[in-house]
């Protein structure tokens, strides 16, 4: 399920901040901020671990593309070396660090701001956690913020590293295409684990519905819904970025963003889909539960029925007068057993030619 502490974190920031307040809105973290800085070009590739922001300065103005990947968001001094280093906005450092952001894209003066979602699926409390993923486009670099070292770019990290494909000959704005790929082909792996989940429990809401079937329905239902509150935003994000006109945005590589327009449309379509599954479960559990119940009322009712002329005939014969036909009879009692027998015989082939039992 959606995990619940980030479903119900209150807001960190304090009301009445000026614009461009540095506040991280995240879990508080002790661990140090880690920045990693790959420089590339078609021939060369350097990579190193920063201890400060400034180290990627003399970087900032290169021929190659510089990408400086931040994981950890609680170290406020940190991202104010990054944004005075690279001339980032406040109002873009403010966004950064506040993780509750809707997937938005927004231009400014010498860069472009994205912010995106990914998704992380705990196996073994099978929960679905979310995190924001900040990307800041410029004309030779691209900055990625991370709040955790979940890291989903490790594949784009080895096409650099191994030349394959067009990234080392391409600019910062096929990079940032590869990483928004990157999130959104992960999308298909969360939408694949919460499928399984949703088979089993659709087979379990037909043949062995529970309580606790409901319960795992109304927890399917609860994450989709969060599901589609994180990524239905995102179509408007790589259309925004695709459409742009910014210089930033070579020609060519918005053709690639278009594929990533179409892969978030069918990871949509795929979500609906599921939504309208689960609603289509809750209903399937009643009927099951409903048929169930009328199963158990059948039995107990043919039960009842075989039993009515028994308890009759026994009855009768228990009231005791003392001039009842065959009472001094010797054969009396055995014959009134067999009675009641054939009766409760007959009564059973009669329920099967109706096709009852």
Same mark, same amino acid.
């Given at each position: 399920?959606?995990?619940?502490?980030?479903?119900?974190?209150?807001?960190?920031?304090?009301?009445?901040?000026?614009?461009?307040?540095?506040?991280? &809105? +995240?879990?508080?973290?002790?661990?140090?901020?880690?920045?990693?800085?790959?420089?590339?070009?078609?021939?060369?590739?350097?990579?190193?671990?920063?201890?400060?922001?400034?180290?990627?300065?003399?970087?900032?103005?290169?021929?190659? %593309? &510089? #990408?400086?990947?931040? !994981?950890?968001?609680?170290?406020?001094? %940190?991202?104010?070396?990054?944004?005075?280093?690279?001339?980032?906005?406040?109002?873009?450092?403010?966004?950064?660090?506040?993780?509750?952001?809707?997937?938005?894209?927004?231009?400014?003066?010498?860069?472009?701001?994205?912010?995106?979602?990914?998704?992380?699926?705990?196996?073994?409390?099978?929960?679905?956690?979310?995190?924001?993923?900040?990307?800041?486009? +410029?004309?030779?670099?691209?900055?990625?913020?991370?709040?955790?070292?979940?890291?989903?770019?490790?594949?784009?990290?080895?096409?650099?590293?191994?030349?394959?494909?067009?990234?080392?000959?391409?600019?910062?704005?096929?990079?940032?295409?590869?990483?928004?790929?990157?999130?959104?082909?992960?999308?298909?792996?969360?939408?694949?684990?919460?499928?399984?989940?949703?088979?089993?429990?659709?087979?379990?809401? !037909?043949?062995?519905?529970?309580?606790? &079937?409901?319960?795992?329905?109304?927890?399917?239902?609860?994450?989709?819904?969060?599901?589609?509150?994180?990524?239905?935003?995102?179509?408007?994000?790589?259309?925004?970025?695709? /459409?742009?006109?910014?210089?930033?945005?070579?020609?060519?590589?918005?053709?690639?963003?278009?594929?990533?327009?179409?892969?978030?449309?069918? %990871?949509?379509?795929?979500?609906?889909?599921?939504?309208?599954? !689960?609603?289509?479960?809750?209903?399937?559990?009643?009927?099951?539960?409903?048929?169930?119940?009328?199963?158990?009322?059948?039995?107990?009712?043919?039960?009842?029925?075989?039993?009515?002329?028994?308890?009759?005939?026994?009855? !009768?014969?228990?009231?005791?007068?003392?001039?009842?036909?065959?009472?001094?009879?010797? #054969?009396?009692?055995?014959?009134?057993?067999?009675?009641?027998?054939?009766?409760?015989?007959?009564?059973?082939?009669?329920? /099967?030619?109706?096709?009852?039992?």
């Amino acid at each position: 399920m959606v995990s619940k502490r980030r479903l119900m974190r209150r807001r960190a920031k304090e009301p009445g901040l000026p614009p461009g307040a540095l506040v991280y &809105t +995240g879990e508080k973290r002790v661990e140090r901020s880690t920045l990693k800085l790959i420089d590339y070009d078609s021939g060369n590739i350097e990579e190193r671990d920063l201890e400060s922001a400034e180290e990627c300065i003399p970087f900032k103005d290169s021929p190659t %593309v &510089t #990408w400086l990947n931040v !994981v950890g968001l609680h170290d406020t001094a %940190v991202m104010e070396q990054i944004g005075a280093a690279f001339g980032l906005h406040p109002l873009v450092l403010e966004d950064i660090l506040n993780t509750r952001q809707r997937p938005k894209y927004e231009e400014y003066k010498g860069h472009a701001f994205l912010v995106l979602k990914t998704l992380h699926y705990n196996e073994v409390d099978r929960e679905i956690d979310t995190e924001q993923i900040s990307l800041i486009l +410029g004309p030779n670099f691209v900055i990625s913020f991370q709040e955790i070292e979940e890291d989903p770019f490790s594949p784009i990290r080895e096409r650099i590293r191994s030349s394959r494909g067009r990234i080392r000959g391409s600019g910062a704005d096929y990079l940032t295409y590869a990483l928004m790929d990157a999130v959104v082909d992960h999308y298909f792996v969360i939408l694949e684990k919460v499928g399984d989940r949703l088979e089993d429990t659709g087979e379990e809401a !037909v043949n062995d519905p529970t309580p606790r &079937t409901l319960g795992d329905i109304q927890t399917l239902r609860r994450e989709l819904n969060y599901l589609r509150r994180s990524i239905w935003p995102l179509r408007e994000v790589v259309s925004a970025f695709e /459409r742009s006109g910014s210089d930033l945005v070579r020609e060519g590589t918005a053709i690639y963003v278009r594929d990533v327009y179409d892969h978030t449309i069918q %990871v949509i379509e795929t979500l609906e889909s599921y939504r309208d599954i !689960v609603s289509g479960m809750f209903d399937t559990y009643l009927s099951s539960v409903s048929n169930r119940m009328n199963e158990v009322m059948k039995v107990l009712t043919i039960i009842a029925t075989i039993f009515i002329p028994v308890t009759f005939v026994a009855g !009768v014969y228990g009231m005791n007068f003392r001039h009842m036909p065959e009472l001094d009879w010797p #054969w009396a009692y055995p014959a009134a057993l067999v009675i009641m027998l054939a009766v409760a015989v007959g009564m059973i082939v009669y329920f /099967r030619r109706k096709r009852w039992l």
